[in-house]
């Protein structure tokens, strides 16, 4: 039961322009979202969340977009750098952001940024 | 930059066995998570530790797990008698409030049961 789906398992994108990661999920009960990332043998690294009474949140480079009508989240990054070559997962909450939540991860995209 | 520590960082043992995976979460942190991937799919959530209880758990955190906070500095996650299907990467985790700022995970111990 993929409650979070993130369907391209890699992406493959030029340095300097805008890499779009997507997901989407299932559950209308989340409520809160959130992007880590991850690279070979270490574990995830927080970039962004995004609440559901938002649509937008921004961080620097990274823009996460929220269309709650389609059940759809995507991050944003631009421009695209080597160092974001990595695992990026989408990750939802269903407790408002309370601490005790669990998250519900998806399967992750590979983005690979090319020089 | 305050970090979760996690040892070891690969253990290997017999099917039937117990191990223990040991986390050291940063100090003023109040929640505790433990999560797992096996290779290959997504990272799922085991179970979530809150002023010294378990606060939430899910369908893979059966009889077999438990989780302990021993000397108010360490986590521990036991798993008492191994099975094949226990062979993943298992994540620490500990956020200071609320999830919307984002857990620090640890780097994770690969445990591979033969």
């Known amino acids: 039961d993929q409650q979070v789906k993130q369907n391209s398992p890699s992406l493959s994108v030029q340095e300097g322009r805008i890499s779009i990661l997507n997901c989407d999920y299932t559950?209308?009960?989340?409520?809160?979202f959130l992007w880590y990332k991850k690279y070979p043998a270490e574990g995830p690294t927080f970039l962004i969340s995004i609440s559901s009474i938002k649509d937008k949140n921004e961080d620097g480079r990274f823009t996460v977009f929220l269309n709650k009508s389609a059940k759809h989240l995507s991050l944003h990054i631009v421009p695209s750098q080597p160092g974001d070559s990595a695992v990026y997962f989408c990750?939802?909450?269903?407790?408002?952001?309370?601490?005790?939540?669990?998250?519900?991860f998806g399967k992750g995209t590979h983005l690979i940024i090319q020089p | 930059e305050p970090e979760v520590t996690q040892t070891p960082s690969h253990q290997v043992t017999q099917m039937g066995q117990e191990v223990i995976l040991r986390c050291v979460p940063i100090s003023n942190h109040l929640y505790f998570y433990w999560y797992r991937q096996i290779l290959g799919q997504k990272v799922e959530f085991l179970v979530s530790?809150?002023?010294?209880?378990?606060?939430?758990k899910s369908e893979i955190f059966d009889d077999q797990f438990s989780v302990e906070r021993p000397d108010g500095s360490n986590f521990t996650l036991k798993i008492r008698s191994t099975k094949l299907e226990d062979s993943a990467m298992y994540f620490c985790?500990?956020?200071?409030?609320?999830?919307?700022?984002?857990?620090?995970f640890g780097s994770g111990t690969r445990l591979t049961v033969v």
């Open positions: 990750a939802a909450s269903a407790g408002s952001g309370g601490g005790a939540d669990g998250l519900t």
């Open positions: 985790a500990s956020s200071s409030l609320s999830v919307n700022y984002g857990y620090t």
């Open positions: 559950n209308s009960m989340f409520d809160y």
């Open positions: 530790f809150y002023n010294n209880e378990i606060s939430e």
